[in-house]
């Protein structure tokens, strides 16, 4: 497989000058390959879909019975710690851009992370790095560093998530824990593997294939240092999204149920184990945003601490945080970009 090497990229220049086709598009890949991914994702899904139809069918009386008044205060708090959470990973993408060369604006960033975002919801998952790449480019960005960087991101997201819920399940007695320390041991390995720097460079080349170019330069990786610092920062950012999950279960008035029993930072570190460790099995799943396998996670381990009615209540927050982030998703996707279009007038207003 022959690859082109762009050239020493200089800030703001695109490093997709040398534009040509990949030896080997998705499209040619042998037809038997792309049913068995397909056909995967699908077994997958399908079980997914019925293991948490089974359960709610299960449950439907209780659900119906189940008295849901939200609190919409606590669900505005809910989104607004889940925005700082997710920036925490897109500021690592944007130091990753700057470790190959590339000098993007941190509005820019942020606009076209969260507007990825939403592009996860799409099987596959592919059109998360072409958003986000596409939105980059506009911006003087090259393609294969948004992209590679992009891709790298996403990684250490997730191995960062399962490292967070590896260190705190042993100090939280839960149901099924040691299943759930082997689940999130597996994740930790398999995923911080592929979030080395010199691994996750090399993934690049298979990241760039959908823009059709083979632009590629492996001297200029993320550095060990912006990695470390990296993981730290979203180490922060699950925190935050832990404490979204609070504050769902706040506004249903069901977050005193854990509290008394694990006190409140014990309470804190059981919700962002669980809510790391459902994102990123639904990660790993390959379905469209993790959906079902998610809430299927946070239920089965939701449920035996929330009381006679923890299904219900487990259920009903997994459902109300799936809208909730998705909804802050959005309101992200359309402020950053607001506030990119204004910090990118005031330089032509000033000249």
């Known amino acids: 497989m022959v690859f082109f090497v762009e050239r ?12 040509t086709p990949t030896s080997q598009s998705p499209a040619s890949r ?42 919409p205060s606590w669900l505005a708090a809910s989104g607004v710690t889940y925005l700082a959470g997710l920036s925490t990973c897109a500021v690592f993408w944007w130091m990753a851009m700057r470790d190959r060369g590339a000098r993007p604006r941190l509005p820019t960033t942020l606009a076209a992370y969260f507007a990825g975002h939403l592009g996860k919801y799409v099987p596959g998952k592919g059109l998360v790095v072409i ?13 294969a560093t948004a992209a590679i960087t992009c ?4 990684v250490l997201m997730m191995a960062t998530g399962a490292l967070v819920s590896l260190a705190i399940l042993p100090a939280v007695a839960v149901p099924h824990r040691g ?34 170019t083979g632009t ?21 950012g699950w925190l935050l999204m832990g404490l979204s999950l609070a504050a769902v279960l706040a506004s ?25 460790l459902a994102t990123v099995g639904g990660f790993v799943s390959m ?3 993790g959906l079902g396998l998610r809430e299927w996670v946070l239920v089965e381990t939701l449920a035996p601490v929330l009381g006679s009615d923890g299904v219900a209540a487990a259920t009903v927050a997994a459902v109300l945080l799936r809208m909730v982030w998705l909804m802050a998703e959005a309101a992200g996707t359309g402020l950053f970009w607001m506030l990119d279009r204004l910090c990118k007038r005031r330089p032509a207003e000033t000249n």
């Open 131 to 143: 958003v986000r790449a596409g939105m980059m480019r506009d911006s003087g960005i090259g393609v």
């Open 252 to 276: 249903m008035n069901d977050l005193s149920t854990i509290v008394s029993q694990f006190g409140a930072i014990g309470a804190v570190g059981l919700l962002t184990a669980v809510v790391a």
């Open 179 to 212: 299943y759930l320390l082997l689940c999130a041991a597996a994740l930790t390995a398999g995923l911080g593997f592929f979030s080395l720097p010199p691994v996750a460079t090399r993934l690049g080349r298979l990241v760039t294939r959908p823009f059709g």
């Open 8 to 19: 020493q990229p200089c800030p703001h220049s695109r490093d997709d000058s040398l534009e």
């Open 30 to 71: 042998p037809p038997w390959r792309r049913w068995m991914s397909v056909t995967l994702r699908v077994v997958i899904g399908l079980a997914v879909v019925v293991g948490v139809g089974r359960r709610v069918w299960l449950e439907r009386t209780k659900l119906t019975a189940y008295n849901l008044r939200p609190v």
């Open 151 to 154: 891709a790298h991101e996403t």
């Open 216 to 236: 590629y330069e492996e001297s200029h990786t993320s550095r060990w240092t912006t990695v470390l610092l990296g993981a730290a920062i979203i180490a922060v």
């Open 287 to 289: 379905l469209p945003g």
